[in-house]
């Protein structure tokens, strides 16, 4: 990790808010996920995996919920706190790792049949990531990616990808460190995906019961022969 990169400072972050992120999902204090927890989990399930490795995944809930289905699930996070309270909450393994570590490492115990971001992709280049994460994918594995839209992310700009900020000022007290993530249209997940040698087989709008727009989920799956 570059000392003043943009990745350090959206680790720096969540190690920072560790503690508020548990409470605010614990005490589901996003109303949104009412809707996007139960999409995604639908569609790694219609997947029909026997093994799930979820990127980024926090304080575990998704691990929670796919391990009480039988699933075999590791989830990986750069944050020891969430780690620690990820193992803390019971069900599933989990691991400290950063997406560095991932691409860095031999792939471990993959190949998995499912691999799982769920909002957990910030940075703006994410082509070695996605790299590492394809090979460790099976032949007929998929990789589920659950972000911001990318039309909710525009926050007033035109619709080009760019740097936003995010200050958590919706959650609540305890989030002490702001975060870049970087939004990026539709073109450019879709490039990104490819330039890895994945291509976007599903994608979904998940909408609240007003009909707004609360997320997009993309499911991705390797390209025979690259
Ligand atoms: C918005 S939270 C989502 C957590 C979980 N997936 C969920 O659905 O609640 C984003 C997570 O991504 C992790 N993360 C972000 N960048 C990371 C990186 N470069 N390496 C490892 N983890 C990272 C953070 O530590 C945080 O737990």
Do not use: K
Not at 192 to 206: F, H, S, T, V
């Amino acid at each position: 990790m570059q000392p003043g990169s943009r990745d350090e400072e959206i680790q720096r972050s969540w190690e920072a808010n560790a503690d508020a992120w548990s409470t605010a999902i614990r005490e589901e204090r996003l109303p949104s996920r009412s809707v996007t927890s139960p999409a995604v989990l639908e569609m790694i399930l219609r997947c029909n995996p026997t093994s799930v490795l979820d990127v980024g995944c926090g304080e575990g809930w998704l691990i929670r919920a796919l391990t009480q289905r039988g699933i075999d699930a590791l989830g990986v996070d750069g944050s020891e706190e969430l780690i620690e309270r990820a193992r803390w909450a019971g069900h599933g393994r989990y691991r400290v790792a950063t997406y560095q570590d991932l691409i860095a490492e031999e792939p471990g115990e993959a190949p998995y049949d499912v691999i799982v971001c769920n909002f957990s992709l910030f940075d703006r280049d994410l082509a070695p990531l996605f790299r590492a994460l394809r090979s460790m994918l099976t032949d007929n594995g998929s990789l589920v990616i659950q972000t911001l839209h990318p039309y909710t992310s525009l926050q007033g700009e035109p619709y080009q990808s760019g740097w936003r900020l995010e200050t958590f000022a919706s959650l609540g007290a305890g989030f002490t460190e702001p975060m870049p993530w970087y939004a990026r249209t539709m073109e450019d997940w879709w490039l990104e995906l490819d330039e890895a040698g994945l291509r976007i087989a599903q994608l979904r709008e998940p909408r609240s019961p007003e009909g707004t727009l609360l997320s997009m989920i993309l499911v991705a799956t390797p390209v025979v022969g690259e």
